[in-house]
Structures are given as structure tokens and as C-alpha cells.
């Protein structure tokens, strides 16, 4: 894994934070695992961060203004481009199969070959100025909240909503500019100017030739879906004319996370629930793959969860809290360089709390006396659904916990539980053993009281064969000791190893 740029002042720090957010969750969708996403995220990082650098250095130095994305999406970019050339030297079997397939079609060339025929969107973010298209993308492709746009952007937050509207019509305009400006046949051209009158009006109804046009040509179509600003359907224009494959199911990542309040965008999200954001990743087991139709994309982006916030009642509490016990410190492992701190320091966390290691740690499990289980309340319970009867507790059952990614003030974890028995349905339960708190969570729902922490089963992961692993993934804040008493259904689970 390469090491990862150094921060040149604490603005970039903070920027590096929430741009690692939106790459290493694209990179996850990109790849067939966990371990392989964290470093295509961390190769692509290193790479657009440096080709940011190397071109705001070349546009200062000739006292000029180079047309450029903005971090996010620039790095977004640099992801797929680095999975291209993952591909290409041998290295396509840790990379999602659909993206494979995707990467050897003529649609992936677009987004690489003449300007002139790069996808809408993308060529008209990168003819507008860079505030201005990071204004856009933060609020249509992030999905962000106006006011946290506003202070990550330094706008005044009365007038965010006023210049954002601005924004969209001078985007709208460059859409209509290059669609013009493309190699357009005849027909095309011809309806070009009835395209144009027909998305500038919402509620417009779209004429009979114009809509059979459209279902057969690509670039109209895509023109459709640049130029009609309104009703919904920019944030999908945006991601899958910038980062090609992927963009829905993407987008369903970010609507999500910022719905949570946990997006590393999210400062204020941060500052008041105490938690350190950073960065995403999720583990591949059961995960279904991105088709290349863009129904089946956005049925995958549905299936994408991120954990509910909710709060557990108290007698659910009281059954899913386990005592305190001794557990032996756990070896994190660090990059070989720090990677960028969150914005928000989250209270307690301990800046050096954890040494660097050659290798991720698994948790060792010591024997301990198994504590009943209550059934899980808030977010866990209406994942479950209602009147649903609880498995049976499993015994067993064999538990690795892998501390994938670990920095000064946050680390990245995966749990993979083998269950000897098929299931129906699943409920982990662990200990922390310090003030570790879970940030973000995939493929499961999960709730935290104190250092106890339950994970029910997504929709997708619930039935599990005889023998067979599944897995969740998620990231934390704080620090202390391995966590222990690991249960699934309420049953004692050995660790692995």
C-alpha cells in the first residue's frame, strides 16, 4: 500500500478527512473485498491528490486557471482509473466482476477518449469554476444539508440556497453549450433545440418522436437527464457522468450516510454526537453485484445499508450489556504514513493510542461464562421486522475480528462469524474493551449502549448455510482493549485463529 500524502496545513487535513470518506467508498463498490478496497482507495488517493498538487502548482506558477474537478470527484476519478490499470496488470480478480466487464465495454472509453465525447456531465463540471461545481457536487451528489455546505465551503449560509439555484441553471447551460458542441448527426441536432425547451420547463410533457428519440440514442438521452435540473434526477446525472460505473449505487452510499449524520462532510454531525468521522468501507460477503443497467444498479444501491441511528430502550439495554472484563491490549495497525485526522476530536480518544504493527490484529477471545442476550430494540428490532421470531442461540460459532485500517484517532474493523448451523436470521453481540464507539456500519443494522454492541442481519445476509461465514464491517472512534464476549443469537462464539 503506498503511503498516503501528508496534510500541508490543517485546512487540507480537514479536506483530506472528507475527501478519503467518498473515496474509500467508492473504492469498496470497485473491488471483491474489504482489504482490496482500502488499498485501491489508498493507491487512488495518493495518485489524484498528487496530480492536484502537480496542477494547482502548474496554474499559480503561469498565473492562469486550469479547468479541473473538484477533490472529490477528481478523486472519484482517479479511483476508476486506478482500477483500469488494476485490470490491465493482472490484478482484475480483486475487482468486482460487473466492473471488469464494464471496464472492457465502449462505455468505459468514453470517460478516456475525445473530450467532445466524454459524458455531459462530466465535461460541463469541469468547464465551470471550481467553487462553483464543488457547491454543486457536495449538495446534489453528497447529499449534504445546505448549511454544512455552506461552512465547508465558507458561504454565507443565508444565501447558500440563492447561489446553489445559480449554480444548477449555469450547469444547465453548459450541458446545453457541449451537447451542441458535440458531434451530433443530423436527427440529433434537429431535436436538440425542442430538447432544450422541453427540460427548461418542470412539468413539461415530453413530445411523442422526441421521447422514441431518446429511447434509442444515449447521448440525447444523457443530455435529457443534464439539462432537466429540477425533479430530482441531477444527483444521478452528476455521479454516473463523472464516475461512470457504480454512480447510482454510490449516490445511495452518500444520501445514506449524510441522512445518518455520518458522512465526513458532516462536521457539525460530528461535533455533536461526540463521534470522529472517517472513513467508509464495507466487507463483501453476500453482496450482490452492480449490473450494467441502471434498474439493477439502483436495486443493488437499495440493498447498500448504512447503520440507522435510534437508541435502545432500557430493559433491552440491561439484557445486552455485558460486565466489564480484562482483554489483553490489541496491535493496531497503521499506514505507513498517518492518514488525515477527522475535523472533530472525539472526546477521550487518545491521539497515540495506537502503535503501529506489520499486519492487522484479530482480537483473542479468552473463555468466558456466556451472558443471556435481550432481544434488540430500535434500529436492530425493525431491521428484524414485527411479530419475526428470534434464531435460536448458535454454539459453535467461530468469530475473527480484524482490525483492517487503524489511524490516531479512529480505526477500521471487520467481524466474520462461522455459524456450524444454517440460519434464518442473525444477532452479533460484543464487548468493547475502552470508550470505542462505532461510527459507521454495512451489512447490518446495529445499536451501541456503553461499551455493548449488537448487529442484526440486512435484508440480503439474513439466511446463512450450515458452516458457511458472513461478515460486517464498520468504523470506530476511540480507543482500549480488544473487544470479547462474542455471541451470535445469544450463544458463545470461540475466536478464530
Known sequence: MPDLPIPQDAAEAAEFTEV????????????SGSAAGAELAAEAFTRGIGEARAAEATAGGAGRRTPRLPRIPLLLTAVRTTAAEWEARGLGHRLDPDLR???????????TGPPLRRPLALRALRDMQEPDAALL???????????????RLGLDPSATARELDQVRALFRDRCHRNH??????AECRAYAGLLDVVTRTPGTDTPGDLSRHLAVCVECAEAAACLRVSGGGLPAALTGGVIGWGGLAYLERRRRAAEAGLSGGRVDAAADTGLAVGTVTRPRIGRTGILAGAVLVSALALTVSLMQSGTSDESAVARDT?????AAEPSFSLP????????????????TSRPATGSATRATQGDRDPEPQGEPSGTARSARGAGERPEAPATGCEVAYEIVN??????QATVTVTSPTALTDWRVGWTFGGDQRVTQVWDAALTQSG??????AADYNKNVAAGGTFALGFLGAGSGAAPHDFTLNGGRCRAAG
Open 406 to 411: 487503524a489511524w490516531p484517532d479512529g480505526f
Open 336 to 351: 505507513p504514513t498517518t492518514r488525515p485526522s477527522p475535523g472533530e476530536d472525539v472526546p477521550g480518544a487518545s491521539s
Open 451 to 456: 461499551p455493548r454492541v449488537t448487529a442484526t
Open 101 to 111: 466487464l464494464w471496464l472492457h465495454a465502449e462505455k468505459a472509453a468514453r470517460y
Open 20 to 31: 478519503w470518506d467518498a473515496v474509500l467508498s467508492y473504492a469498496d463498490l470497485c473491488t
Open 322 to 326: 455485558a460486565a466489564e472484563r480484562p
Open 137 to 151: 457536487w457536495l449538495a446534489e451528489a453528497e447529499s449534504l444539508p445546505l448549511p454544512h455546505v455552506a461552512r
Open 180 to 185: 451542441l458542441d458535440a458531434p451530433l448527426d
